[in-house]
């Protein structure tokens, strides 16, 4: 069982996970209005990824090696050069912040595609929340704002089918411990990206506003940071369901903040694939709020559905973090 942990620590956790993490996709929005996209991405994860493996050094982790470098840079470029990158890329080309958030909300889907490749076997819940997922996906692609941007919603899908595929390949590599792993990821996914954006000619056309400078610092500090740290928290102290349920939470934010903010709109066609997408995450995720079984009942009871045995290894060891959006 997780430790009890703080009331107060853990509701500041939660609220960094589904506000914080809800809100990174308007402060994307709004850094590619000044900043090329894949230069803004690089440069958040070098400051971030620098800062907290000064910190790890500081209290005394030691430097990971050769063999972990390259583990970690793998799952690095996938999780935030792919994964990232590719959101701050829609979103330049176009793409509404909420409609971004909704098709990244199709991550837990893809994670129990990508578990096939391992050979976890899903349970017809789970079977059913994928295909209830596609479906979802079939209508947001059917919204005016995808349609304007086939390249944009392309790119989303992407970006969260590399995400899910590096979170699950991460569980069989040999990651540094703690957050030095994710100091590593931001590091290399960091460069890789400046890497992209120098390759890809983009320039900076002017010194960015007051607001793109706001925007790269509240992702560096609160979306790659303080978010990080307090879903760290939360796998130690509540059970992986709990954990992960930013899933389902971080579209309706990133909506409601994109309206009430940005100025965005959304369709009918978007409003009912966000209710389906997010019925399709709560079905895959069900089985992981059921009580554990005892021992006695593990061993001769089935097997533990393959989304809880992803999760739950996440909660018992937390040296192999997934990456902070």
Same mark, same amino acid.
């Given at each position: ?34 900043? *090329? ?50 959101? $701050?890329?829609?979103?330049?080309? =176009? ?27 899903? $349970? ?37 089918? $590399? ?16 957050? +030095?792993?994710?100091?590593?990821? +931001?590091?290399? =996914? ?41 879903? +760290? ?7 992986? !369901? ?52 005892? !021992? ?6 089935? !097997? ?13 060891? *937390? ?7």
């Amino acid at each position: 069982m997780p430790a009890r942990g703080s009331p107060l620590l853990l509701f500041g956790a939660f609220f960094s996970l589904y506000v914080i993490w809800g809100s990174t996709y308007l402060a994307i929005r709004i850094g590619v209005e000044s900043w *090329p996209p894949l230069l803004m991405a690089g440069i958040r994860f070098i400051i971030a990824g620098g800062l907290l493996f000064a910190w790890m050094r500081w209290r005394g982790a030691p430097l990971p090696t050769w063999r972990e470098w390259k583990a970690a840079g793998a799952v690095g470029i996938l999780l935030l050069s792919c994964g990232n990158g590719g959101v $701050t890329l829609a979103e330049h080309l =176009g793409v509404a912040s909420s409609v971004a958030a909704l098709a990244i909300a199709t991550v837990p889907l893809f994670t129990l595609l990508c578990g096939l490749f391992w050979g976890l076997r899903n $349970t017809r819940l789970e079977w059913a929340g994928i295909v209830l997922g596609l479906v979802g996906i079939g209508l947001l692609n059917l919204g005016s704002n995808l349609q304007a941007s086939p390249l944009g919603a392309a790119l989303i899908l992407f970006a969260a089918a $590399t995400w899910a595929f590096g979170s699950m390949w991460s569980k069989h590599l040999p990651l540094p411990k703690g957050p +030095m792993a994710s100091a590593v990821e +931001m590091l290399v =996914g960091g460069v890789a990206l400046l890497l992209a954006s120098g390759l890809s000619g983009e320039r900076l056309q002017g010194m960015p506003t007051a607001a793109g400078w706001g925007a790269l610092a509240y992702l560096v500090v609160f979306g790659s940071i303080i978010a990080f740290s307090a879903y +760290m928290y939360l796998l130690k102290h509540v059970r992986p !369901a709990a954990a992960t349920s930013y899933a389902y939470v971080n579209p309706v934010v990133a909506v409601l903040l994109g309206i009430f903010f940005a100025g965005e709109t959304i369709g009918a066609e978007e409003w009912l694939a966000m209710a389906v997408i997010i019925s399709a995450v709560v079905l895959i995720g069900l089985p992981q709020w059921r009580p554990r079984a005892s !021992a006695r009942e593990e061993k001769a009871g089935p !097997a533990i559905p393959a989304l809880e045995r992803a999760a739950a290894s996440e909660c018992l060891a *937390p040296e192999k973090p997934v990456a902070s959006r």
